[in-house]
């Protein structure tokens, strides 16, 4: 009896790990399907965005992959989802160039824009306000929102 009772638990325990691997199988990685991004698109997406001096542009692991310049000026390793276009820098970048973000700073009100630098994913400037008081911006990295303004 105690031999049939065990049989059927072990029945049991392998039925319910079968069906709990299937319930918790992953989605299938993206692949380069038939209406997945080709590399004039991925070239194209990547100019959009800011990137230029695009090197290398490989369709590898699932996923596009190259070297490119950003906006800001940084040399960056991307990768870009070939389903749906996300693009991923393997650090902080920003789509705005420094003469954007002096645009920004400059219909802002602000003059005497200098020291325009992108850092740790912001972008910092220093100014003077229209009251003469000299002043370091903080920016939002792909929006140039003004963020933060503080005294010089």
Do not use: C
């Not at 299937?22 to 209406?35: E, H, I, L, S």
């Amino acid at each position: 009896m105690q031999t049939i009772r065990f049989r059927h638990r072990l029945l049991m325990l392998a039925t319910l790990a079968a069906l709990s691997g299937a319930a918790f199988a992953q989605a299938p990685a993206p692949t380069a399907g038939k209406d997945a991004l080709k590399e004039p698109e991925v070239r194209a997406l990547l100019t959009e965005k800011g990137y230029t001096k695009v090197d290398d542009l490989d369709f590898e692991d699932g996923q596009w992959e190259t070297d490119a310049t950003s906006a800001n000026g940084e040399r960056v390793d991307v990768r870009i989802n070939p389903a749906t276009g996300d693009i991923v820098a393997e650090k902080l970048v920003s789509s705005l160039s420094e003469n954007d973000v002096k645009a920004k700073l400059a219909a802002a009100g602000y003059s005497k824009i200098h020291d325009v630098d992108f850092d740790d994913g912001v972008w910092k400037a220093e100014a003077e306000r229209a009251d003469g008081n000299d002043v370091e911006i903080h920016l939002a990295a792909n929006t140039g929102e003004i963020i933060h303004v503080e005294n010089d």
